[in-house]
């Protein structure tokens, strides 16, 4: 069974970096499709990143495009989300998603397609 635990968000000024990650302690981790998302205040929960099953095929939303980086780490049944040049507006809670299809990293921009969900990690950007 797939159970997703993120770690490494914070608060951090402008400009600054976070490396989120994401561990399956599931042991499913080489056969799923990963994705990051996010959720603000008041909004609904968009689409960040995600990364194929080998980690060679990524996608990213146009927000974050040249800033953040997603990675995966099979062997640590981990994913990262890197994230540099943060802005305030990046402040949100980070999930990371998994499912066993292999619908690619384009379709991986649709919450809808993901079964399993961690519980979030809050990131905060200052001003």
């Known amino acids: 069974q797939v159970q997703l635990v993120e770690s490494g968000g914070g608060l951090v000024q402008a400009g600054g970096s976070l490396r989120l990650s994401c561990v399956d302690s599931?042991?499913?981790?080489?056969?799923?499709?990963m994705g990051w998302f996010r959720q603000a205040p008041g909004k609904e929960r968009e689409f960040v990143a995600a990364i194929s099953w080998s980690g060679g095929s990524t996608n990213y939303a146009d927000s974050v495009k040249g800033r953040f980086t997603i990675s995966r780490d099979n062997a640590k049944n981990t994913v990262y989300l890197q994230m540099n040049s943060l802005k305030p507006e990046d402040t949100a809670v980070y999930h990371c998603?998994?499912?066993?299809?292999?619908?690619?990293?384009?379709?991986?921009?649709?919450?809808?397609?993901?079964?399993?969900w961690g519980q979030g990690t809050q990131v905060t950007v200052s001003s």
């Open positions: 599931g042991r499913t981790f080489s056969i799923q499709t």
């Open positions: 998603a998994a499912d066993f299809a292999p619908f690619g990293v384009v379709r991986g921009e649709r919450v809808d397609l993901y079964d399993y």
